[in-house]
């Protein structure tokens, strides 16, 4: 009976542990399936010379990479898909423009090309300035920092909300 009630009580603080390291997991992941992703469409976007887009479906957690359409079209979409794929319904996603940089030389923030779940990258090597910030049902979190110049990501820890 001594030896039950040990396991339980064992098992009672390692379960929650376990929990967080999974979900803590999923974060990395997430934010390193983005890493990838960005480095891919930026490489992309250098190598062909044609703009391409990163659509993120918040409520679905999908995201979409392909060429964009040109602004003539006025589309948002990806015209050609390269690459699709989903992230764990766990693990939230926001995208918000980045106050510290300008993006890709648009001065008017009402840009209708600016749309705040999509991210663009140029055939020039920069990108958009933009956010993007994942956080789990804790509220741990990541933020990644877009550098609109060099098209790569600077990578915050947020503390717990």
């Not at 948002?76 to 890709?104: C, M, Q, Y």
């Not at 055939?123 to 956010?131: L, N, R, V």
């Amino acid at each position: 009976m001594i030896v039950i009630i040990l396991i339980g009580v064992v098992t009672a603080v390692v379960l929650p542990e376990m929990r967080g390291t999974y979900e803590d997991m999923l974060l990395r992941s997430t934010s390193r399936k983005i890493l990838d992703l960005s480095a891919l469409a930026s490489s992309r976007a250098v190598t062909t010379g044609k703009e391409q887009q990163i659509k993120f479906d918040t409520v679905h957690a999908s995201y979409d990479l392909g060429e964009a359409k040109s602004p003539m079209d006025g589309g948002f979409a990806a015209e050609k898909s390269f690459e699709k794929g989903n992230w764990d319904t766990r693990i939230v996603i926001e995208l918000r423009r980045s106050e510290l940089e300008p993006s890709h030389g648009e001065e008017i923030e009402e840009n209708p090309k600016n749309k705040p779940d999509v991210l663009s990258f140029f055939s020039d090597g920069t990108a958009d300035a933009k956010e993007i910030r994942l956080h789990d049902r804790q509220g741990v979190g990541i933020t990644l920092k877009m550098n609109a110049t060099t098209a790569r990501f600077r990578i915050v820890e947020d503390l717990r909300e």
